[in-house]
């Protein structure tokens, strides 16, 4: 684990980790000044991306090869399981905040950061890439999230359910279960495969830039 590759790589990608997870829109709900239209703004088009997420990691499943550990495929299960609580969770907030789903239309960065799931998703993309690409995509948001939970953090009690979502300890350590799942396949990968993981993972961190840059426009 010390040594894993995904390790590596957030040590040699730290900008781009940090643009990522200490993004001005994570800023402002932990110092409290977040413009709550911007909230909004986000909340509905992360709705219509974690759907697409949704058929992403149903595809993380169907691609693990027969033979692995039936504990890799339940960590991955675990994980589809619990986007079922969080569409009702987006739901409850769509009503709280008066933002209505169904007229949604997806944006630019929303757009092409789904495409690029379902690139990922083609039946050529071996799956120890989609094991790190699930991983990048949920240690992200843990990452980001736990900082609005730091006790010197001045997130307005209202969004602290959403940061509370994904930077609580059980998220947390589902996330390094998936970090795990992804170094123990990555470790018996060609390097090919691991350089397409790589990039993967720096296309998931910049995706990941453009989503937060769409939400504060
Ligand atoms: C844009 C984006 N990235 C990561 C996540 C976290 N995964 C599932 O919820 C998310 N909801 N939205």
Redesign the pocket.
Known sequence: MEDGMTKRWLGAHKELLHAATRHSFILSIRDGSIDLGCFKRWLGQ?YL??RA?VRFAANVLVKLPKDVAETDIDVVLGGICA?EK?ISWFRSESSKWGVHFDTLIPQKANED?CRFLEELSASSTHYAVVLAAFWA??M??NDAFATCLETDAKTPSELYDACER?GNAGFKAYCTALQQLADKHLQMSSIDIQGQAEQAFLKILSS?VE?WNMSCQ
């Open positions: 992360d991306f974690v997420f986007l969080e950061y995509i949920e992200v948001y994904w990941e989503f």
